[in-house]
């Protein structure tokens, strides 16, 4: 059995049938509160990728984040949305574990510490971020080994935010930096 034809994109199709059912392919523009973002429709190009249409705006709720704090989901990110009851939702999880660079700012004992995140601006360096505040990381390395404050100031690590258990979640920042080691001998 041959085939013949054009190969279709399924996710045109389901954004193109979607217009009469209340699905629609949009691109989250900015947070507005919450989990609450601004959103513009979007469709594909010929070439694939995604582009704005028109100039309507639209605010999505974003399932997949609590109500009671702000949302994490970057700037132009495009999802999927769909009409509910009225109210454009979208379910976009922040990806597991992101990670960045951070530099100790101060230690604050038992494990924990003051970063801020960085940007790489060369072969091995790094500076300050802009716009974003310092946050408080705990390093895995030394909560099972007592207190410790051994991540000398400066020292750069590789930071990842996570989700705890709580209702709704927090976010929490930890890394590992098995520095702790070197005063155990």
Do not use: C
Request: aromatic content about 8%.
């Amino acid at each position: 059995m041959g085939q013949n034809g054009k190969i279709h994109d399924a996710l045109g199709y389901l954004t193109q049938a979607g217009s009469i059912s209340g699905i629609r392919l949009v691109r989250l523009t900015e947070l507005q509160s919450a989990n609450r973002y601004t959103a513009r429709p979007v469709e594909f190009a010929q070439n694939g990728q995604t582009q704005l249409v028109g100039t309507e705006t639209i605010t999505a709720i974003n399932l997949a984040e609590p109500t009671d704090t702000d949302g994490v989901i970057p700037e132009n990110t495009d999802a999927v949305a769909v009409d509910v009851e009225g109210q454009w939702v979208v379910f976009v999880r922040p990806a597991g574990a992101p990670t960045f660079p951070a530099k100790v700012v101060s230690s604050q004992g038992s494990g924990a510490y003051t970063v801020r995140e960085q940007v790489a601006t060369g072969a091995g360096t790094f500076s300050d971020k802009s716009g974003v505040d310092n946050v408080t990381a705990y390093n895995l390395a030394e909560l099972s080994l007592g207190p410790g404050a051994a991540v000398d100031t400066g020292t750069i690590v590789l930071a990842a935010m996570l989700l705890d258990t709580g209702s709704p979640p927090t976010l929490r920042y930890i890394f590992d930096h098995p520095a702790y080691a070197k005063y155990l001998s």
